[in-house]
């Protein structure tokens, strides 16, 4: 059975940092692409960063390019995304998921395994 589990949420102040971390099991997903996702209360889910399978390519949406970065590690079947210069509108549930391809886009459509969430606030 697959299971993807996030960690790293938490509270932070607005400009602070916190890295999340999601680990697979089940399977190892090394040929395949992932990202993060994050859901705000009342809004839809969007796409945050996705990664190719060997780290090649990266995409990250606007709002985040130059404060979050993408990152896997295939041995340890990880991806992790790191976050700085956090801001209130951060604020939202965290999912990491995998891609049916090796490449990883930004549309919810592209991904068929997805993690449980972990809450990320960010205090103004």
């Known amino acids: 059975q697959v299971q993807l589990v996030e960690s790293g949420g938490g509270l932070v102040q607005a400009g602070g940092s916190l890295r999340l971390s999601c680990s697979a099991s089940?399977?190892?997903?090394?040929?395949?692409?992932k990202g993060w996702f994050r859901q705000a209360p009342g809004k839809e889910r969007e796409f945050v960063a996705g990664?190719?399978?060997?780290?090649?390519?990266?995409y990250y949406t606007d709002s985040v390019k130059g404060r979050f970065t993408i990152s896997r590690d295939n041995a340890k079947n990880t991806v992790s995304l790191q976050m700085n210069s956090l801001k209130p509108e951060d604020t939202a549930v965290y999912y990491c998921?995998?891609?049916?391809?090796?490449?990883?886009?930004?549309?919810?459509?592209?991904?068929?395994?997805w993690g449980q969430g972990t809450q990320v606030t960010v205090s103004s």
């Open positions: 089940g399977d190892t997903f090394t040929a395949n692409g």
């Open positions: 990664i190719a399978w060997n780290s090649a390519i990266t």
């Open positions: 998921a995998v891609a049916t391809s090796s490449s990883s886009g930004g549309r919810i459509e592209e991904y068929d395994y």
